[in-house]
Structures are given as C-alpha cells and as structure tokens.
C-alpha cells in the first residue's frame, strides 16, 4: 500500500505517512463505545418514521375512503338503505382501519424519534409496535424483525441504559 500523497510505501496497519505525516486511507477501527446497539439506533429510527409515514398516508386514504363510499351510497340510492356490505357497515369499518393507521403511525414517529434522541421509553415502545408489525407483510415484517434483532437481547437492554438520555 502506499501514501496517496507523497507515493512512499506504507504498513499494512499504518495510519499515517511517515514521510509526509498525512493520514492513510485505511479505515479507521470503530470507537471502543460504539456497540452493537448504538450502531443500529440511528438507522432503526429513520426505518420506523419512513413506515409510519406509509401508516399515515393510509390511514388518511381508508378515511378518505369511507367518507366517499358514504357520500357515494347515499347520492345513487337517495337515502334508501342500500345493502348489507355498503350500508352502514363498510363507511364504519374504513373509519375505523383508518383510525388504527393514524394510531399506529403516530406511535411509530414516536418510537422512532425516541430511538434517534434515545429517550428512555422508546425502547419499550419500540418492541411493543414490532411484535405489531411482524403481522404485516413485507415492510412490517422486516422491521418488526430487525427492531426484536437489535433491542430485544438482555444485553441491548444493558447497553440501552447506558446509552439511554434521561427525560
């Protein structure tokens, strides 16, 4: 290996030129504090706001939804009851799919913010909403799993409260 500014040979685990004294392009190691949950905070909070995003912009649409089906069955039927699965039931159940989006992703930007700032709660409502999410396809499961992956050990727990910022 050698020096990418003066071209003099170098170690293999040299980090600077001996003759010009500029750094090496080795990588540099990982601080001896940085650990294995530590490392994973900041990409697991960004995870968590971008589905909860989608949570939220579904949620919106099921509510959207429902107003529509109720505004739609009412204009073509003129206020006569129109059927079993249109009536009443479906505006409701869209409501209230929709309320549960909303829910599920205002706690998610809660849990991945808490997660960024490292607030002491997060942790718990972190694992909270991944056994959650391990039951929606794709997205969901690969969150839940890599949430329970990184804060679930008894030893994230430890690393947790040392890590962790006081309120």
């Known amino acids: 290996m050698y020096c990418n500014y003066c071209g003099a040979q170098l170690q293999a685990d040299q980090r600077f030129c001996g003759i010009c004294g500029k750094p090496s392009n080795l990588p540099a190691p990982a601080p001896a504090g940085v650990e294995r949950v530590a490392g994973h905070l900041r990409s697991l909070g960004i995870f968590w706001m971008a589905v909860s995003a989608l949570h939220l912009l579904r949620g919106g649409g099921h509510l959207l939804g429902a107003r529509l089906v109720r505004f739609v ?51 718990r ?17 690969v969150l839940g799993a890599y949430t329970l992956w990184v804060l679930l050990p008894a030893e994230a727990e430890e690393e947790w409260r040392r890590i962790a910022r006081p309120v």
Do not use: K, Q
């Open 73 to 123: 069955g009412f204009a073509w039927f003129d206020d006569m009851p129109w059927g079993w699965p249109m009536g009443h039931f479906l505006p409701a159940f869209l409501s209230f799919v929709g309320m549960v989006s909303l829910i599920m992703g205002a706690a998610g930007f809660a849990a991945g913010w808490g997660l960024i700032e490292r607030r002491p709660w997060a942790r």
């Open 125 to 141: 409502l972190a694992i909270a909403l991944a056994v959650f999410a391990l039951f929606r396809p794709v997205l969901g499961t």
